[in-house]
């Protein structure tokens, strides 16, 4: 009896946390508001969301391996002893060391293992809290401006926009609309932010490093889903690819999202 008790009274309180967010028209004028649907009092729990992106992070390793025959492509044999020479293995057909690890074009001692799996398992109710939880964040205005997210004071967050945003083909509309609504210094901190990557990855086809900005998320075959991908530091998404991957780059919760408005309706959200 304690025990119900006990949970409806933390129900009651999580429905009392409940609030609302403007939504915004494409030239940003404010045109009504929305409920906040029960997902974003999901509490803040920054250890799964890490757990759970570092987790998506490690099942994309691909296994790697040298060739069974690496470095052992050699006749060979050992001399023995009582030439006042290293015992190693040496070619056949001449005196040159081959094959063991500590000579030059030798096998490798410990080389990586096409077997060894990068995986790293995390609970299903783990993942699911995780997203919950990355989500509740975004509509924390302190966690987002952590992250280094840049927008006009006064907005409220998650960013809604009505459903005309999803008719945004071109690239430059979808950035005059974000001038307009004031998102657009964001855009300019992921464009001028971008480095060249210190360490071994610039020679590897990861020369360069951006910051993430804002991901947009529509309903599915909406045009600004394209139109809004060119923008620097920005990703797109349908309601139903939401993860924790990017809501949380990194690990670091507090991502600046702009919703649509039909696409936010698909999350529980309602008209107040």
Not at 13 to 27: F, Q, R
Not at 36 to 57: E, M
Not at 130 to 159: C, Q
Not at 201 to 217: A, D, E, T, W
């Amino acid at each position: 009896m304690a025990a119900t008790k006990t949970t409806k009274r933390m129900a009651k309180k999580a429905e009392s946390k409940a609030g609302s967010v403007n939504v915004y028209g494409t030239d940003g004028e404010v045109k009504g508001k929305l409920e906040l649907p029960s997902v974003f009092n999901t509490p803040f729990r920054p250890d799964l969301i890490r757990r759970a992106v570092v987790s998506a992070q490690a099942n994309r390793r691909q296994r790697y391996g040298p060739s069974k025959v690496a470095g052992m492509r050699h006749s060979v044999s050992t001399w023995g002893k009582g030439r006042g020479v290293a015992r190693v293995q040496r070619l056949s057909q001449g005196r040159t060391a081959a094959e063991s690890p500590n000579n030059v074009g030798g096998r490798r001692a410990h080389p990586p293992r096409p077997e060894h799996s990068f995986e790293k398992k995390i609970n299903d109710k783990e993942r699911k809290l995780a997203v919950a939880s990355a989500l509740a964040a975004t509509s924390n205005i302190e966690k987002v401006r952590e992250r280094g997210h840049r927008f006009k004071e006064g907005l409220t967050l998650p960013v809604i926009v009505d459903d005309s945003m999803e008719k945004l083909e071109k690239t430059k509309d979808v950035l005059s609309m974000l001038d307009s609504i004031g998102l657009s210094p964001d855009i300019t901190r992921a464009y001028e932010g971008k480095h060249i990557r210190a360490g071994r990855g610039k020679m590897r086809g990861r020369r360069y490093r951006q910051p993430r900005s804002i991901l947009f998320v529509a309903t599915e075959g909406s045009p600004i889903l394209v139109g809004a991908r060119n923008l620097p530091g920005v990703n797109t998404i349908s309601p139903s690819g939401i993860n924790t991957e990017l809501l949380a780059p990194g690990g670091d919760p507090g991502r600046l999202l702009v919703f649509s408005r039909k696409a936010f309706e698909k999350l529980g959200g309602g008209e107040q």
